[in-house]
């Protein structure tokens, strides 16, 4: 379970440019919950949305994930435990990497990664089965540099 509470960011507070862009936000969202956030240009959503990856600190309030506050931790260290698609989809993957290059860094995600073999053979198979539920045809394509593909076919594979 991932709890918000009472959460709040101001940008350039202080200066004239003081912007109170989240007002105390709570929110509580259980496994399975299918959340949508809607709200107009300038609303918060994408705010929102960092604010749970770690991109800013908040000036008050809480982040729990199940009981453990996670309200401080580092936007890597949170990364191991929330992901989430970027509304553009060259922020998600390495385009200068394959497929299954990018596949393998999304697999290492929260663990030490060092040097060594970047796709272990026997992740191979499981790749190409989860590429295949996508239904793109990108398991036939899985060598190629993901800079190659459409935008919702890097978003997919986000």
């Known amino acids: 379970m991932i709890l918000l509470k009472n959460f709040t ?11 109170l862009a989240l007002d105390r936000i709570s929110l509580e969202v259980r496994q399975g919950d299918f959340i949508t956030i809607i709200g107009s240009n300038g609303a918060g959503k994408s705010t929102l949305l960092n604010g749970l990856a770690g991109s800013f600190f ?26 989430r698609v970027f509304q ?10 394959s497929i299954e290059q990018n596949m393998a860094l999304a697999a290492r995600r929260g663990h030490t990664r060092g040097l060594g073999i970047g796709v272990r053979s026997g992740d191979r198979e499981l790749f190409r ?16 540099r993901v800079g190659l593909l459409s935008g919702g076919q890097r978003q997919a594979l986000t």
């Open 9 to 19: 960011k101001y940008f350039h507070k202080g200066s004239v440019n003081e912007v």
């Open 58 to 83: 908040p000036d008050t309030g809480t982040l729990m994930l199940g009981n453990t506050d996670m309200t401080y931790w580092s936007e890597h260290r949170r990364a191991g435990f929330i992901g």
């Open 129 to 144: 089965g989860e590429l295949r539920k996508l239904g793109l045809g990108l398991e036939d394509r899985f060598r190629i």
């Open 88 to 97: 553009d989809p060259l922020l998600g993957t390495c385009a200068s990497l």
